[in-house]
């Protein structure tokens, strides 16, 4: 039994093994940068929605929102339609192209600094440190039983945390609605089931993912730790740990010589304060989100013992084997693959604006009624409908001039709208920042058709600017 | 009872304590949160039985507390639909079919509704988009066989042709052939003038003889047709029987007719006026 070769005779590790991390509390450099980032990032999260910018009577004054019901999304001056979803699409590129950038240059600072997770995460375990206290608090309580208390201070943080995850769903919801009006509903009952179900939705996983989860969302779930090793060189920044003045370890006692013995006192400091809960003394790994906590909590160590600081720093590999044999560092921020990401940052940003500023104010769709696709007229001439679809994406009345070219003689109609000109001539109105659509009939004579096909076209004159877009299409008759 | 219940020394589990033939079976019991799920289910379940219909009885099933169908939510939701197009139905019920057409707002409506009402019901003969078909006349061009003006086709839609409907459409052409009324080669004749007709030509002597006597009362002198007797133009080239010169004698000798339902007896008058504004959209009336 013991040798069965499906289980090589002993137990096999699992894929999964969960052990609770209790994060300590650290002070330093890179805890200040965390913090800042978490108000700023969390200031910009809740604020943005609330910024105001005119538009003039009749559109909606928030400076960034999202109307779903009016299918627009507005960003300040820039406004877009659907059909322009793929300013998105550029967004995400640059997004994604500048986590790249940010990766190569500085390592993870997007996973340790920025990301919704780490600045959720930050805050979730500050509440808890104020319900529960810190590590070493935290971790007995853990260990006794249940007790009054102990429920107590459990429910405070929930209450807590189920308060600022609410809230971040709510931010959520305020961006896809006037925020003033949003907020107040949202206090009287007023607001929508949409708004509460977000608020729920976004606020449940704020509340899981980041009073919960925490670093498994990191070690299991994010694909990002799985392959940003791909944007890593030796030039990048990354939490490294110098084996070379740290070994061998030991705990210090009276007497030793750190001349003769590794800096590191093996106090595990660095290992309390880790989010992720691993060791950064075994290297760089997945779990290591480049937070750089461990520094700071390393760097307090090195001081009292008065040792040089930077046992564990934040640093590319270069420039520590550059400083593992006493050489100057040296720091290389220009090199082959930072240049390809800016290129290609600024191509897509230089497409995005230049689209952007030469995107055209009016757009003509224009449907060939299919059925029937023709029709003789008692006279004998054919006759064509079309449904001729105006955008016009400025918030003004604009009157366009409809007129056609490619068929001989072909006079036209439209349905509720006087023709002008023998038939030659119909002037469309639009309404401002709306879609109108019209039926177009065109009739011409059987003689100035091609056969079962005839090219044709609507010129749609601009009667302020002048411009004209041409829309070609296609005139349907009977085979000749 | 299990009484012998063991550490097995592989896996470090119990076992169940019962042996069969010297067999032993580790005791693996279900996870908790299993369990627990299926504890809720159960509870979920027995709530059902309560609040939802769940139980077939002898005379049909029991209802529940909340008496929930999903027929009488379909009701619930055709109901509110009803009371959402209320003022649009009260504004259409108001107006005649002119004022519909020349107001662009009820317009606009109308023809929207208008194009579902005609391809659940008027699609099915006439084509979609009124393209119509061999007998079923088509409705986007301008050929009008009982009027194309708002006013005629809304009396149209709503009382229908040759059915029972004391306002029904009603006109006959005569069975010429059939009845003996003309000769076989005066309908030849007759037939061969219709089509120089159709094509803007002169027909001969004969045949403009024939159709001044016999045709000319109901589908005019120079064949332009009569609304009012649902008399068609014959001097172009649309055609309900299509216009060789064989389909001609057919329906000269023995006339084909067709007929079409009184729709005011099956939609209600707002549903009647929307389909009247969109037919006409279709080729612009007359």
Redesign the interface.
């Given at each position: 039994?013991?040798s069965d070769p499906a289980c090589g005779g002993k137990?096999k590790q699992a894929l999964y093994e969960y052990k609770k991390v209790y994060p300590r509390k650290v002070y330093g450099t890179f805890r200040k940068l965390k913090w800042a980032a978490v108000v700023v990032l969390l200031a910009i999260w809740h604020l943005a929605p609330f910024l105001r910018w005119d538009r003039g009577p009749g559109a909606p004054d928030q400076a960034i929102l999202i109307d779903m019901a009016g299918r627009r999304a507005y960003l300040y001056n820039i406004e877009i339609w659907p059909q322009e979803v793929y300013y998105l699409t550029g967004l995400l590129i640059l997004a994604a192209i500048g986590l790249f950038f940010v990766t190569a240059l500085l390592g993870r600072v997007w996973c340790g600094f920025a990301c919704w997770q780490t600045v959720y995460t930050d805050l979730f375990v500050w509440i808890e440190e104020l319900f529960e206290g810190d590590r070493n608090e935290r971790m007995k309580r853990d260990g006794q039983p249940t007790s009054v208390g102990k429920l107590l201070r459990k429910a405070g943080k929930n209450v807590v945390w189920a308060a600022v995850s609410l809230l971040t769903g709510l931010a959520f919801a305020l961006y896809f609605q006037d925020a003033y009006q949003g907020v107040r509903d949202v206090f009287t009952g007023q607001a929508s089931k949409a708004t509460y179900g977000f608020m729920v939705l976004f606020g449940g996983f704020c509340w899981l993912l980041a009073g919960y989860a925490r670093e498994q969302v990191c070690i299991y779930m994010c694909p990002w730790p799985r392959f940003q090793a791909a944007m890593f060189d030796e030039d990048s920044l990354v939490v490294s740990y110098e084996g070379w003045r740290g070994e061998p370890r030991g705990h210090y006692k009276k007497g030793h010589d750190f001349a003769e013995r590794g800096h590191c006192v093996d106090c595990r400091l660095c290992v309390h304060v880790c989010p992720t809960g691993i060791d950064i003394r075994n290297g760089s790994q997945l779990a290591c989100i480049g937070c750089a906590l461990c520094v700071d909590a390393c760097n307090s160590v090195m001081d009292r013992f008065g040792l040089p600081r930077g046992l564990i720093s934040y640093d590319s590999v270069d420039n520590m084997a550059a400083r593992s044999k006493g050489l100057p560092p040296r720091i290389r921020l220009i090199r082959g693959r930072t240049i390809g990401y800016v290129a290609i940052m600024g191509l897509v940003g230089s497409i995005m604006l230049y689209t952007l500023l030469n995107r055209s104010t009016t757009e003509v769709n224009v449907l060939h009624?299919?059925?029937?696709l023709y029709?003789?007229?008692?006279?004998?001439s054919i006759?064509n409908?079309y449904v001729f679809k105006v955008l016009n994406m400025v918030r003004e009345t604009r009157s366009f001039e409809l007129k056609l070219a490619g068929v001989e003689g072909a006079t036209f109609?439209a349905?509720?709208l006087p023709t002008e000109q023998d038939g030659t001539r119909i002037v469309l109105p639009v309404a401002p920042d709306a879609v109108a659509d019209f039926?177009v009939?065109v009739t011409a004579r059987r003689d100035a058709l091609a056969g079962k096909r005839t090219d044709l076209q609507f010129l749609l004159t601009d009667l302020e600017t002048g411009k004209t877009i041409v829309h070609k299409t296609m005139f349907a008759g009977p085979e000749q | 009872m299990a009484t012998n219940v063991e550490k097995d020394p592989?896996?470090?589990q119990y076992t169940t304590g019962h042996e069969w033939d010297g067999i032993k079976e580790l005791n693996t019991p279900l996870p908790k949160w299993w369990v627990y799920v299926f504890y809720a289910c159960t509870l979920w379940a027995i709530y059902e039985w309560v609040v939802m219909p769940a139980w077939p009885t002898a005379d049909g099933y029991t209802k529940g507390i909340e008496g929930y169908s999903t027929r009488g939510e379909l009701a619930k939701e055709l109901a509110a639909v009803k009371e959402s197009r209320k003022g649009w139905i009260t504004r259409f019920e108001a107006a005649s079919v002119e004022q519909i057409?020349a107001d662009?707002e009820l317009?606009k409506y109308a023809?929207a509704g208008g194009r579902a009402m005609f391809a659940e019901n008027c699609a099915p003969c006439h084509?979609?988009?009124?393209?119509?078909a061999y007998g079923y006349p088509?409705l986007?061009?301008?050929?009008w066989i009982w009027g194309g003006s708002l006013a005629d086709v809304h009396q149209t839609i709503a009382y229908g042709v040759r059915n029972t409907n004391p306002q029904s459409r009603q006109g006959i052409m005569l069975r010429f052939g059939v009845d003996g009324l003309l000769t076989p080669d005066q309908i030849g004749q007759a037939a061969d003038y219709v089509v120089a007709l159709s094509k803007g030509e002169k027909g001969d002597a004969a045949g403009t003889e024939l159709y001044a006597q016999q045709c000319a009362a109901c589908h005019g002198e120079s064949g332009e047709g009569m609304a009012a007797l649902g008399a068609p133009?014959l001097?172009?080239?649309?055609w309900l029987y299509k216009g060789g010169k064989e389909d001609l004698v057919k329906q000269i000798t023995n006339p084909k007719h067709g007929d079409m339902p009184a729709w005011a007896e099956r939609l209600d008058a707002a549903t009647v006026k929307q389909l009247a504004v969109y037919v006409h959209?279709?080729?612009?009336g007359k």
């Open positions: 039994m013991n137990r009624e299919r059925s029937p029709v003789t007229l008692s006279d004998g006759r409908g109609s349905i509720g039926q009939f | 592989v896996t470090g057409a662009p317009r023809i084509g979609s988009g009124g393209a119509g088509t986007a061009d301008d050929e133009a001097n172009n080239g649309i959209s279709l080729g612009g």
